[in-house]
C-alpha cells in the first residue's frame, strides 16, 4: 500500500492543506466497520477541516483502486459507499457457515415486481396484475425486508394505500438507481416466445 | 381429453400451486400450444383452460374464485364472438372482446419475467456478503436491539434451510410448551426434589395446567427431570436429573 | 499490495503446492466480513488443498503486516482470529455511529431465534440446527446482555449445559409470555422451499 502525502487540488483559497492520506485512512475504517452505505454527508464528518464532495470522491475512488483485484471492493450504491466481498467469493465464504436469506416465492418476487416496474401502486392495481388477490403477508414480508414502504394514498373511493420501492432494495441489490434494474421486456418480444 | 393434459392425480395440488392464478395457466397453455396470443383461438383456448378446471375439481381441489371468474370471462367472450357483429357496431370501433384479454395477458407474463430476472440479480447476503469489521466500543456501549420480526425471519431462514418447514411447522402452542419446560427447569434449579403439585401455577387456569403437564412430559422424554414415586397413589416428586453446580 | 506469487516451505513431503496468493484473499475477504473471530480450523475450510496450521498462521501474520498502520488491524484473540478498528480511531467512528444503531451478526440472531423456539436446548442441539459450529463467544453475547441463561444440564455424556431465554427478553421484545409471537405458517410459505 503506498503511505507518500498525496496533497489535493483545493478550492480558490488553496491554502487549506488537507491530509489527504489520513482521510483515507479514515475513510477505510468507517467503511470496513459499517454494513450500512455511507453517504458522502455522513463520510465528510471524518474529516477535520470542512471537505468538498469532490475531493471526498476523488479519495474514495482512489482508495477503490486499492481494493482492486482483491475479495472485497468498494462500491458506490443508492445510499452511498460501502465495501462488500465480490460475489465470486461466495462458494467460499459459505463454507464457513451456510447461512443463506431464503429465495422468496413467486408470488413474492412478482409482487415486488410489479411495485418495481408500476410504482407507486396500490394492492388493487397488483392484483388486477397479477389477476389473484395478494395477501397482506407478502406485502408485509416486503416492508418487513425494507424493500418497499408506503408513499401516500390515491384519491379514490377508499383512499388505498400507495407501495413504492425503497433505496434499501437498490443497496442489497448493489445499484445506485432504479434505471439499473435490467428493463422489462417489450411486448413485441413477448408474442415471439415460443417456449415459455 | 389430449394425451399431454394427463396429470397423475397425487401431482395436481403440485400443479395448481405452481400456477400464480388463471392468468398464469392461460398463459401456459398459449404458450404450450403455440397460440397466437394476437389472435387468440377462444374456442380451443377455453376447452383447455375447462378441462383443467374439471381436473382440477374432481381432484377435489378447493378451487380459487379467481379460477371460476376466468372461466366466466372465457365463456363469455367466446359466445360474444358467436354473435354476428353488426356493421354498425363495428363502424363506430367496438373492440374485439379478446382485446382486454391479450392486454392482461401481455402485461402480465412482462411481470413474471421482470420477476424472473429480479429473482438473479444477486443480492446482499444471498449472493453476496457485507464488509462489518468489529468496532469495540470502550465506552458508552450502544447495545443493538432486536425485534420481534428479526426473530421471526431469522428462524423462518433456519427453517428454510434446515427445510424443516414441510412438516415442522411451529405453533404458538408448542412455543407455550417450550416455555413451560423452561419455567419448570428454573424452578428445579436447586437440584432438590420438589413435589409434583407446586410446579403447578394453579391460578393460571385449566389451559395452562395441561400446558404445564405436558411440558413436564416433555421434560421426562427429553430425560432433563426425573419423577419418582415410592409407592402407588403416593406423593410424586421430580427433580432436575443433574444438579447444575456452576453458577 | 504486493501481488507475487509467495510459495511457502511445506511440510516433509513438500510437494503440494499451495497458492498463499488465493489463500491469502481468501483469509482476508472470510476476516473482513465475520465480526466474531474465526479459529484456524474454520480458516482452513477456506483452502481447497489440506493447509497446515503453521501455514495458515503465516499468512495470516503476513496478513496483518499489510494492514499496520491503517485504521484496522487483525488481531489474534482466544477464540481466533478477527480484524477490529484500532482503538484511537474511535473518535472518528463516533462521529458517525449516533444515529445508526449497531446489529447483531445473523450468527447471534440465529442462535437467539434456536433458543427461542427449542428452548431448552444444548450448545450441541444448536450446532446441529444451524448446521456449523456456534463459537462460545456468541452465547457469551447473549448471555451478557440478559436473553438467555443456564437452566440446567443434559443427563449425557459431557453432562451439556441447557440454554433458554429469560425474562429479560420478554421485556426487551415487549411481549408478556412467548406465546405472543406471531405464528410462522403464513410466512413459511412465501418462501421457496426448493433450494436454488
Given at each position: 500500500?503506498?503511505?507518500?502525502?498525496?496533497?489535493?487540488?483545493?478550492?480558490?483559497?488553496?491554502?487549506?492543506?488537507?491530509?489527504?492520506?489520513?482521510?483515507?485512512?479514515?475513510?477505510?475504517?468507517?467503511?470496513?466497520?459499517?454494513?450500512?452505505?455511507?453517504?458522502?454527508?455522513?463520510?465528510?464528518?471524518?474529516?477535520?477541516?470542512?471537505?468538498?464532495?469532490?475531493?471526498?470522491?476523488?479519495?474514495?475512488?482512489?482508495?477503490?483502486?486499492?481494493?482492486?483485484?482483491?475479495?472485497?471492493?468498494?462500491?458506490?450504491?443508492?445510499?452511498?459507499?460501502?465495501?462488500?466481498?465480490?460475489?465470486?467469493?461466495?462458494?467460499?465464504?459459505?463454507?464457513?457457515?451456510?447461512?443463506?436469506?431464503?429465495?422468496?416465492?413467486?408470488?413474492?418476487?412478482?409482487?415486488?415486481?410489479?411495485?418495481?416496474y408500476r410504482q407507486p401502486v396500490t394492492r388493487g392495481d397488483i392484483e388486477e396484475i397479477r389477476g389473484v388477490a395478494v395477501s397482506s403477508q407478502i406485502l408485509k414480508t416486503l416492508e418487513a425486508r425494507g424493500w418497499i414502504d408506503t408513499v401516500g394514498t390515491r384519491d379514490t373511493p377508499g383512499k388505498p394505500t400507495l407501495f413504492a420501492t425503497t433505496k434499501q432494495l437498490l443497496d442489497d441489490l448493489n445499484l445506485r438507481s432504479l434505471q439499473e434494474l435490467p428493463p422489462l421486456e417489450e411486448i413485441s418480444n413477448l408474442l415471439e416466445l415460443d417456449e415459455a | 381429453m389430449p394425451h399431454d393434459l394427463f396429470i397423475p392425480p397425487d401431482a395436481l395440488e403440485i400443479v395448481l400451486e405452481t400456477f400464480q392464478g388463471p392468468l398464469d395457466l392461460l398463459l401456459y397453455l398459449i404458450r404450450k400450444h403455440n397460440l397466437d396470443v394476437l389472435d387468440i383461438p377462444m374456442a380451443q383456448l377455453t376447452q383447455q383452460y375447462m378441462i383443467y378446471i374439471e381436473i382440477m375439481q374432481r381432484g377435489r381441489l378447493e378451487l380459487a374464485a379467481e379460477y371460476l371468474l376466468m372461466a366466466a370471462v372465457l365463456i363469455e367472450i367466446k359466445s360474444r364472438m358467436l354473435l354476428p357483429r353488426s356493421p354498425k357496431l363495428v363502424d363506430e370501433g367496438e373492440e374485439d372482446p379478446r382485446v382486454e384479454l391479450m392486454r392482461r395477458l401481455l402485461e402480465y407474463e412482462q411481470m413474471k419475467l421482470a420477476a424472473q430476472k429480479l429473482n438473479e440479480l444477486p443480492l446482499a447476503g444471498r449472493d453476496f456478503e457485507l464488509v462489518q469489521v468489529l468496532i469495540e466500543r470502550v465506552e458508552e456501549q450502544r447495545l443493538p436491539n432486536i425485534t420481534v420480526e428479526d426473530l421471526r425471519q431469522v428462524w423462518l431462514t433456519l427453517l428454510a434451510r434446515a427445510k424443516l418447514n414441510i412438516h415442522h411447522t411451529v405453533r404458538r402452542e408448542e412455543l407455550s410448551v417450550r416455555e413451560q419446560m423452561t419455567r419448570v427447569l428454573r424452578q428445579l434449579r436447586h437440584g432438590e426434589f420438589e413435589a409434583f403439585e407446586n410446579l403447578f401455577e394453579v391460578s393460571d387456569g385449566i389451559a395452562s395446567l395441561v400446558v404445564a403437564f405436558i411440558a413436564i412430559l416433555e421434560l421426562a422424554k427429553e430425560t432433563l427431570v426425573v419423577i419418582t414415586q415410592a409407592e402407588a397413589l403416593g406423593n410424586i416428586y421430580v427433580r432436575a436429573s443433574n444438579n447444575l453446580t456452576v453458577e
Amino acid at each position: 500500500m503506498s503511505g507518500q502525502a498525496i496533497t489535493l487540488p483545493l478550492s480558490e483559497e488553496g491554502t487549506v492543506q488537507i491530509n489527504a492520506v489520513q482521510l483515507e485512512k479514515l475513510l477505510e475504517v468507517a467503511l470496513l466497520t459499517t454494513p450500512e452505505p455511507l453517504s458522502l454527508a455522513e463520510l465528510k464528518k471524518l474529516s477535520d477541516e470542512p471537505v468538498e464532495n469532490n475531493i471526498i470522491e476523488k479519495i474514495l475512488e482512489q482508495l477503490a483502486q486499492k481494493y482492486a483485484g482483491r475479495g472485497v471492493e468498494l462500491n458506490r450504491v443508492a445510499n452511498g459507499w460501502r465495501f462488500r466481498a465480490c460475489p465470486d467469493m461466495q462458494p467460499y465464504l459459505d463454507r464457513l457457515s451456510p447461512q443463506k436469506s431464503p429465495r422468496y416465492s413467486r408470488a413474492v418476487m412478482e409482487t415486488l415486481a410489479i411495485i418495481v416496474y408500476r410504482q407507486p401502486v396500490t394492492r388493487g392495481d397488483i392484483e388486477e396484475i397479477r389477476g389473484v388477490a395478494v395477501s397482506s403477508q407478502i406485502l408485509k414480508t416486503l416492508e418487513a425486508r425494507g424493500w418497499i414502504d408506503t408513499v401516500g394514498t390515491r384519491d379514490t373511493p377508499g383512499k388505498p394505500t400507495l407501495f413504492a420501492t425503497t433505496k434499501q432494495l437498490l443497496d442489497d441489490l448493489n445499484l445506485r438507481s432504479l434505471q439499473e434494474l435490467p428493463p422489462l421486456e417489450e411486448i413485441s418480444n413477448l408474442l415471439e416466445l415460443d417456449e415459455a | 381429453m389430449p394425451h399431454d393434459l394427463f396429470i397423475p392425480p397425487d401431482a395436481l395440488e403440485i400443479v395448481l400451486e405452481t400456477f400464480q392464478g388463471p392468468l398464469d395457466l392461460l398463459l401456459y397453455l398459449i404458450r404450450k400450444h403455440n397460440l397466437d396470443v394476437l389472435d387468440i383461438p377462444m374456442a380451443q383456448l377455453t376447452q383447455q383452460y375447462m378441462i383443467y378446471i374439471e381436473i382440477m375439481q374432481r381432484g377435489r381441489l378447493e378451487l380459487a374464485a379467481e379460477y371460476l371468474l376466468m372461466a366466466a370471462v372465457l365463456i363469455e367472450i367466446k359466445s360474444r364472438m358467436l354473435l354476428p357483429r353488426s356493421p354498425k357496431l363495428v363502424d363506430e370501433g367496438e373492440e374485439d372482446p379478446r382485446v382486454e384479454l391479450m392486454r392482461r395477458l401481455l402485461e402480465y407474463e412482462q411481470m413474471k419475467l421482470a420477476a424472473q430476472k429480479l429473482n438473479e440479480l444477486p443480492l446482499a447476503g444471498r449472493d453476496f456478503e457485507l464488509v462489518q469489521v468489529l468496532i469495540e466500543r470502550v465506552e458508552e456501549q450502544r447495545l443493538p436491539n432486536i425485534t420481534v420480526e428479526d426473530l421471526r425471519q431469522v428462524w423462518l431462514t433456519l427453517l428454510a434451510r434446515a427445510k424443516l418447514n414441510i412438516h415442522h411447522t411451529v405453533r404458538r402452542e408448542e412455543l407455550s410448551v417450550r416455555e413451560q419446560m423452561t419455567r419448570v427447569l428454573r424452578q428445579l434449579r436447586h437440584g432438590e426434589f420438589e413435589a409434583f403439585e407446586n410446579l403447578f401455577e394453579v391460578s393460571d387456569g385449566i389451559a395452562s395446567l395441561v400446558v404445564a403437564f405436558i411440558a413436564i412430559l416433555e421434560l421426562a422424554k427429553e430425560t432433563l427431570v426425573v419423577i419418582t414415586q415410592a409407592e402407588a397413589l403416593g406423593n410424586i416428586y421430580v427433580r432436575a436429573s443433574n444438579n447444575l453446580t456452576v453458577e
